[in-house]
């Protein structure tokens, strides 16, 4: 709702006009994504309960860290999306069991922001986990993904959610194929 105010029939807010006073209620799970490269961001900024899921401190950390390797890839590319499209994700994202980790839901949103260059090479986020974290590092499975192109003078209304199966015949969604589809 903050971005969304924020934004003003925009495509997205500018980086200069985030106020954590806005966020207020929910600043210890936002963050900023800062992009650096190609498909590559990094944690210019993220509040507690990101640094309490990796059991460290996040910023400068690349945004894929939180992610497993098998997924990181198809991350980067939702990502990529954010910045070049500009599109906003809402990812749903699972950590397996172990030992001394329960499994953990999540559930992570990505907005884009404008630079003060003109460019969309921020983003502004929230990840947020149901029940205890367990031991650190958590990290995470993409279970379904929620891609919105977003457009100055668009309304915004989230498509159904994707999921994201682990064997799949046909790729569902050209922007989320499963790692083995690759």
């Known amino acids: 709702g903050y971005w969304e105010a924020l934004r003003g029939g925009r495509a997205m807010p500018l980086r200069s006009e985030i106020d954590p006073r806005g966020i207020e209620r929910a600043l210890e799970y936002a963050f900023v994504l800062e992009r650096v490269a190609p498909s590559i961001a990094r944690f210019r900024l993220a509040g507690m309960h990101c640094t309490d899921l990796m059991g460290m401190e996040v910023r400068g950390m690349p945004a894929t860290s939180f992610f497993t390797p098998a997924w990181r890839q198809k991350f980067s590319q939702i990502l990529e999306g954010v910045f070049q499209g500009p599109e906003m994700a809402d990812l749903t994202l699972v950590s397996e069991a172990g030992y001394g980790k329960p499994e953990l839901k999540a559930r992570m949103l990505i907005l884009p922001l404008k630079s003060d260059l003109g460019d969309c090479s921020r983003a502004l986020g929230c990840l ?12 995470f499975d993409l279970l379904e993904a929620r ?10 209304s989230m498509p159904a959610p994707r999921q994201i199966p682990d064997e799949i015949q046909e790729p569902i969604d050209a922007q989320v194929p499963t790692p083995e589809a690759e």
């Open 128 to 139: 947020i986990s149901e029940g205890p974290i367990g031991r650190a590092p958590r990290r």
């Open 147 to 156: 891609i919105l192109k977003v457009a100055a003078g668009q309304p915004l």
